[in-house]
Nanobody
Framework: QVQLVESGGGLVQAGGSLRLSCAAS?????????MDWYRQAPGKQRDFVAR???????YYANSVKGRFTLSTDNANNTLYLQMNELKPEDTGTYLC?????????WGQGTQVTVRS
């Protein structure tokens, strides 16, 4: 059974940093073709934040480019999102998504709140 568990969210002042983690179990990490972070603010749609496409590269939403960085720990099946220079508009629930062999999996999310 595939499970994605996000952690690392919290309350931070504008300009601060957080590192989010997405721990994956039940997947073969090397076969995950695409790993994404999305975020959703209350009452708003879920927005793309960042993507790691295996053998292709990383992509970031324009709103986070230069401030957020993706990385992985393949030994521990974990995807990270380093978030620097946080802004109030970065507030939301951050969710990770992984695609493996044609199936998409979502985590439950971790809350990030940025105070001005």
């Amino acid at each position: 059974q595939v499970q994605l568990v996000e952690s690392g969210g919290g309350l931070v002042q504008a300009g601060g940093s957080l590192r989010l983690s997405c721990a994956a179990s039940g997947v073969i990490f090397s076969r995950v073709s695409q790993m994404d972070w999305y975020r959703q603010a209350p009452g708003k749609q879920r927005d793309f934040v960042a993507r790691l496409a295996r053998n292709i590269g990383t992509y970031y939403a324009n709103s986070v480019k230069g401030r957020f960085t993706l990385s992985t720990d393949n030994a521990n099946n974990t995807l990270y999102l380093q978030m620097n220079e946080l802004k109030p508009e970065d507030t939301g629930t951050y969710l990770c998504k992984m695609d493996q062999l044609g199936t998409t999996y979502w985590g439950q999310g971790t809350q990030v709140t940025v105070r001005s």
